[in-house]
């Protein structure tokens, strides 16, 4: 089917615009994080929600750019797993308290936006034939969902590692003046370990999902292939993450650290697995 290159050229402009908007949202936020203002913090607030809805405007238009689901390469899916990020962030820092989080959410998200849009960025095209399956749209959907929430939670659980060394109140040196602005450590806590318990069953049900695509593609749920191996591994350390927090005997921050490692191991999948290493998931960063 025909490229719309109408759509295509637009998708483009409005990645390239959700982009500039973010990066000036984390200009607000810095000024903001640094300065406690409420009204650089609301200015944040509104970009946010404007970058954050043509951020959408630039997923769905590559979509319908090529007439079909807008996944179908690393390109597509980095800017759908940051979309889905940003729109989860939306909805949970609305409280003035967390307004802080902007700068360790926006700070990730714009560096995957921009390495996507230079390194990755693949024209819109047919996806290859190994992609045209009826499971495409649900594995990758759920798996984006996983990873979306994954980097909230990450990020929430960095912040608070650095505000337990901090406490409210007993902040010093150059890591006192970056903590000094963060809520408390039992709230960040408390986002990275919800957001945690979201990650773990979707991210599971995603790699599920695969194992039931690869059974219909390949003839097998699982291959030990290095990019399901990988997802295994991000999995279970979310698992191993939640079962630590509410382990008794655990310190929180422990498991802060497993959490953290948890993304890390997710973003070494995304770029690492899918660009260096030769497997059945090669083609992932293809358009």
Same mark, same amino acid.
């Given at each position: 089917?025909?490229?719309?290159?109408?759509?295509?050229?637009?998708?483009?402009?409005?990645?390239?615009?959700?982009?500039?908007?973010?990066?000036?949202?984390?200009?607000?936020?810095?000024?903001?994080?640094?300065?406690?203002?409420?009204?650089?913090?609301?200015?944040?607030?509104?970009?946010?929600?404007?970058?954050?809805?043509?951020?959408?405007?630039?997923?769905?238009?590559?979509?319908?750019?090529?007439?079909?689901?807008?996944?179908?390469?690393?390109?597509?899916?980095?800017?759908?797993?940051?979309?889905?990020?940003?729109?989860?962030?939306?909805?949970?820092?609305?409280?003035?308290?967390?307004?802080?989080?902007?700068?360790?959410?926006?700070?990730?998200?714009?560096?995957?936006?921009?390495?996507?849009?230079?390194?990755?960025?693949?024209?819109?095209?047919?996806?290859?034939? /190994?992609?045209?399956? *009826?499971? $495409?749209? #649900?594995?990758?959907? %759920? =798996? &984006?969902?996983?990873?979306?929430?994954?980097?909230?939670?990450?990020?929430?659980?960095?912040?608070?590692?650095?505000?337990?060394?901090?406490?409210?109140?007993?902040?010093?040196?150059?890591?006192?003046?970056?903590?000094?602005?963060?809520?408390?450590?039992?709230?960040?806590?408390?986002?990275?370990?919800?957001?945690?318990?979201?990650?773990?069953?979707?991210?599971?049900?995603?790699?599920?999902?695969?194992?039931?695509?690869?059974?219909?593609?390949?003839?097998?749920?699982?291959?030990?292939?290095?990019?399901?191996?990988?997802?295994?591994?991000?999995?279970?350390?979310?698992?191993?993450?939640?079962?630590?927090?509410?382990?008794?005997?655990?310190?929180?921050?422990?498991?802060?650290?497993?959490?953290?490692?948890?993304? /890390?191991?997710?973003? *070494?999948? $995304?770029? #690492?697995?899918?660009? %260096? =290493? &030769?497997?059945?998931?090669?083609?992932?960063?293809?358009?």
């Amino acid at each position: 089917m025909p490229i719309n290159q109408t759509y295509a050229n637009f998708s483009d402009l409005s990645y390239k615009t959700a982009v500039l908007v973010y990066t000036f949202a984390l200009v607000m936020s810095l000024v903001s994080y640094t300065r406690s203002s409420e009204k650089t913090a609301g200015m944040t607030q509104t970009l946010i929600w404007l970058g954050l809805i043509i951020h959408g405007v630039s997923v769905v238009l590559r979509g319908l750019s090529a007439n079909r689901f807008p996944w179908g390469n690393l390109y597509e899916y980095v800017a759908t797993t940051t979309l889905i990020a940003m729109a989860v962030a939306a909805f949970i820092i609305q409280k003035r308290e967390l307004r802080a989080l902007w700068p360790w959410i926006l700070t990730p998200v714009l560096a995957l936006l921009f390495y996507n849009g230079t390194v990755l960025y693949s024209e819109s095209a047919p996806v290859v034939p /190994a992609l045209r399956s *009826f499971w $495409l749209p #649900f594995h990758v959907s %759920v =798996v &984006s969902i996983g990873a979306g929430v994954g980097l909230i939670s990450g990020a929430a659980s960095l912040a608070y590692i650095l505000r337990n060394k901090q406490p409210q109140g007993e902040e010093t040196g150059i890591f006192g003046k970056l903590a000094k602005p963060l809520p408390s450590a039992k709230t960040l806590d408390m986002v990275a370990y919800r957001c945690g318990i979201w990650a773990l069953p979707v991210f599971g049900l995603g790699i599920v999902l695969g194992a039931l695509w690869a059974e219909a593609a390949w003839g097998r749920f699982w291959g030990w292939d290095p990019k399901e191996t990988v997802s295994f591994v991000t999995w279970m350390l979310y698992a191993a993450y939640l079962h630590a927090r509410s382990t008794a005997g655990w310190l929180a921050e422990k498991s802060a650290w497993i959490n953290v490692l948890a993304f /890390a191991t997710m973003v *070494f999948n $995304l770029f #690492f697995i899918n660009q %260096v =290493v &030769s497997g059945l998931h090669s083609y992932a960063g293809l358009n």
